[in-house]
């Protein structure tokens, strides 16, 4: 009998954050399997718009943290970094700008600080962006206890 391969489960949490200040403006998080990225995505994109009050601000999607240092956590980081986005667009709510990847610049920590744009390439790359959103994603593989 050929056992059942469980698709791993996938923790993410992120945060709406202004870029001239750092200062939060929504939390959100969630979690589901890997092969239920899209659902989840949405589920994220829809927190975030209903914790918005003015439509149409710009909005940036930085690349996900992976906090489980595997090469398939890195992976699902960007996969649902793209699917954030792409639900965000669909929301119809913001003005969604390319992606952002600032993690050669800074880390984590350092986005969530009040300097995030004294650092001038981090201010070339969030130039006309009002919002980012950062966090990061646990991965969780259900075959271990």
């Known amino acids: 009998m050929q056992e059942r391969r469980l698709s791993p489960k996938i923790a993410v949490d992120i945060r709406l954050i202004t870029v001239s200040e750092g200062t939060g403006v929504a939390a959100v998080s969630g ?7 899209d659902v989840l995505a949405k589920e994220l994109a829809g927190k ?3 914790d918005m009050v003015v439509k149409g601000e710009s909005i940036g999607v930085v690349s996900l943290r992976n906090r ?3 090469n398939q956590g890195k992976i699902i980081a960007d ?49 006309g962006v009002k919002y980012i959103v950062i966090g990061g994603i646990t991965v969780t593989d259900p075959q271990r206890p």
């Open 31 to 37: 979690e589901a399997p890997n092969n239920k990225l």
């Open 48 to 50: 975030l718009r209903e």
């Open 68 to 70: 489980s240092g595997t």
């Open 79 to 127: 996969e649902l970094a793209d699917k954030i986005q792409g639900a965000l667009i669909d929301t119809g709510w913001f003005d969604v700008k390319e992606r952002i990847d600032l993690r050669a610049i800074l880390d984590e920590e350092d986005l969530d600080t009040a300097g995030i744009v004294k650092n001038e390439n981090v201010k070339k790359k969030l130039a």
